[in-house]
Nanobody
Framework: QVQLVESGGGSVQAGGSLRLSCAHS????????MGWFRQAPGKEREQVAR????????YVSNSVKGRFTISQDNAKRTLYLQMNSLKPEDTAMYYC??????????????????WGQGTQVTVSS
C-alpha cells in the first residue's frame, strides 16, 4: 500500500523559509513522477511543483518560480520542497502526491492517485 507522509510545515514570517519533506513507500511499481500541491481555504488545489523520477527534471508553477525548489532523494524515498522568500499568499495546506501505476500525466490533481495527509504552511506579514 502506497503511503505518503509529509512533514516540515509551520508558521513563518514573510520572507522566511521552510523545507517540506514527503516520505513515500509501499510501491509495487516505479512512479513516473511526484508532485507538490497546495490548497488554500476557498480555493482549488493547485500544483506548485513536480519532478520526473528517472530524470529528476522539474517543473514549478509561475506563482512560485524562483522561490520554491523540488528535489528528491531516491535512496531515502523522500521528496522535498524548499520554499524561500515566503509570502502570505503561500499560506495553504501542502500535499505531496504520486500517480498510480502506468500513469504518465503529471499536471493535474486528477493525474495523481495517492496523496499524503497534508502539512500546513502559514505565512504572516
Amino acid at each position: 500500500q502506497v503511503q505518503l507522509v509529509e512533514s516540515g510545515g509551520g508558521s513563518v514570517q514573510a520572507g522566511g523559509s521552510l523545507r517540506l519533506s514527503c516520505a513515500h513507500s509501499g510501491y509495487t511499481y516505479s512512479p513516473y513522477c511526484m508532485g507538490w500541491f497546495r490548497q488554500a481555504p476557498g480555493k482549488e488545489r493547485e500544483q506548485v511543483a513536480r519532478i520526473y523520477i528517472s530524470t529528476s527534471a522539474t517543473y514549478v508553477s509561475n506563482s512560485v518560480k524562483g522561490r520554491f525548489t523540488i528535489s528528491q532523494d531516491n535512496a531515502k524515498r523522500t521528496l522535498y520542497l524548499q520554499m524561500n522568500s515566503l509570502k502570505p499568499e503561500d499560506t495553504a495546506m501542502y500535499y505531496c502526491a504520486a500517480p498510480q501505476a502506468h500513469a504518465f500525466a503529471c499536471r493535474d490533481s486528477t493525474d495523481f492517485g495517492y496523496w499524503g495527509q497534508g502539512t500546513q504552511v502559514t505565512v504572516s506579514s
